[in-house]
């Protein structure tokens, strides 16, 4: 069975500084990776996706990801954060097999970012 | 505009008087589902739907009924809500494999009493 780790359902950076939200699954197969976001009153959207080909993968708002294989992690980054970016953040799976593919999410991260 | 359509948006509702949550998406979708989403625990799925008439039991599926009669619409029934169910439900979609993206609806947030 696949699972979702987030670590720190609470993460708070200052405006400029990096973001750094942890993601790590667990799975016997590599399996398809997404973050979503969620902004407050709003349903989630895609940030970005892992399925194949380039490990690091970038997504909108100047969001990156990298696929790590050895350490199954798939953490997301942001250089530079901004008033904007503060929302919560899901860490998200499906098998890459065949068959029904379940989306298993993680717990979710809420970003605050600082003036 | 591709969208997913949740209604209510906010209901409040006492135990045991059945309600249903319509869900209607403009994407052609064959892939549909409902998570309910409450704080520490993230999304977890309730029911999904690969297709016309083809419903399955998600993570959490007690208390709730869905039905699939067309493509666009997955409706959520509660027969007899109780409080554990006070919730913020999405319903989500997407085209075919699990490579694609989840589309979702703006979220309807219930309070049972």
């Known amino acids: 069975a696949q699972s979702v780790t987030q670590l720190g359902s609470h993460v708070s950076v200052s405006e400029g500084a990096l973001v750094l939200l942890r993601c790590n699954y667990s799975?016997?197969?590599?399996?398809?990776l997404f973050w979503y976001v969620q902004y407050p009153n709003q349903g989630l959207q895609l940030l970005l996706k892992?399925?194949?080909?380039?490990?690091l993968v970038k997504g909108i708002n100047g969001f990156e990801a990298e696929f790590k294989k050895s350490e199954t992690s798939f953490h997301l980054t942001k250089p530079s954060a901004h008033m904007s970016d503060a929302a919560e953040y899901f860490c998200?799976?499906?098998?890459?097999?065949?068959?029904?593919?379940?989306?298993?999410f993680g717990i979710g991260t809420k970003l605050q970012v600082i003036p | 505009e591709a969208q997913v359509t949740q209604n209510p948006r906010y209901l409040i509702t006492v135990t045991g008087k059945k309600l249903t949550v319509t869900c209607s998406q403009n994407?052609?979708?064959?892939?549909m589902s409902w998570y309910r989403q409450d704080p520490g625990l993230g999304l977890r799925q309730i029911y999904y739907?690969?297709?016309?008439?083809?419903?399955d039991k998600g993570d959490v599926p007690e208390g709730y009924k869905v039905s699939r009669k067309e493509k666009r619409n997955f409706p959520l029934i509660l027969e007899s809500p109780s409080p554990n169910q006070t919730s913020l439900y999405f319903c989500?979609?997407?085209?075919?494999?699990?490579?694609?993206?989840?589309?979702f609806g703006e979220g309807s947030r219930l309070t049972v009493l």
């Open positions: 998200a799976v499906t098998p890459n097999s065949g068959g029904y593919q379940k989306v298993t």
């Open positions: 892992y399925t194949t080909g380039a490990t």
């Open positions: 989500a979609s997407r085209q075919g494999r699990g490579t694609g993206e989840l589309f």
């Open positions: 799975s016997s197969v590599p399996p398809y």
């Open positions: 739907s690969m297709n016309v008439e083809v419903t």
């Open positions: 994407m052609n979708h064959e892939y």
